[in-house]
């Protein structure tokens, strides 16, 4: 799938959909890994977004971005969370997603390396975490076709990962 997504103009079969739905039934289907981490998931959004876009591949880099969060979260300050943040940028007919974890920041050399196939930033630590390294080479690869942004900030106290998604038309007619 990667290799189709890197090498071929994928057909997506984009439809209208609500973006935070998803994002909370993704949420849903992690509970078990959030317990297992003792971290909790704070949402920072309209209810409804409606975008246009393929949920399967969308669905996946939320999945992507999501257990990453999950595997990486660590107590900053006293804290320990995952939010998830959605921005209406109707000047650019998108909307901006972002999943944030409090911990540690990536590495400046690792940030754009993290989107290379096979790439983990700290081979000792996750040698048994079950990821194949592929996750964010798959992400790159969606937004590249879909020709939208994508990427990851440093933050204070953690790491910020996000992605834009075409607005539905009634979105943007309603803006």
């Known amino acids: 799938e990667l290799t189709r997504l890197e090498y071929e103009k994928r057909e997506f079969n984009n439809t209208t959909f609500n973006i935070v739905e998803l994002e909370k039934e993704i949420v849903r289907t992690s509970q078990v ?12 959004t309209d209810d409804k977004i409606d975008v246009f876009a393929d949920d399967m591949y ?17 107590e ?19 909307a901006r997603v972002t999943v944030f974890n409090t911990g540690d920041n990536i590495s400046k050399e690792n940030l754009s390396r ?4 096979f790439f ?18 798959i992400v790159r690869a969606i937004m590249n076709n879909y020709g939208n942004d994508f990427g990851v900030e440093n933050k204070e106290n953690g790491v910020e990962f996000y992605f834009e998604v075409d607005l539905s038309g009634e979105n943007l007619s309603n803006v």
């Open 120 to 137: 983990k930033a700290d081979e000792a630590r996750n040698r048994d975490d079950g990821g194949s390294g592929i996750g964010l080479s």
């Open 58 to 74: 969308i669905s996946q880099i939320i999945i992507n971005y999501l257990t990453n969060a999950i595997k990486h979260v660590k």
């Open 76 to 94: 900053v300050d006293g804290e320990k969370y995952i939010k998830i943040t959605n921005f209406v940028l109707p000047e650019i007919g998108k």
């Open 33 to 44: 890994m959030l317990e297992e981490k003792d971290a909790k998931v704070e949402f920072e």
């Open 114 to 117: 993290i989107w290379n196939r």
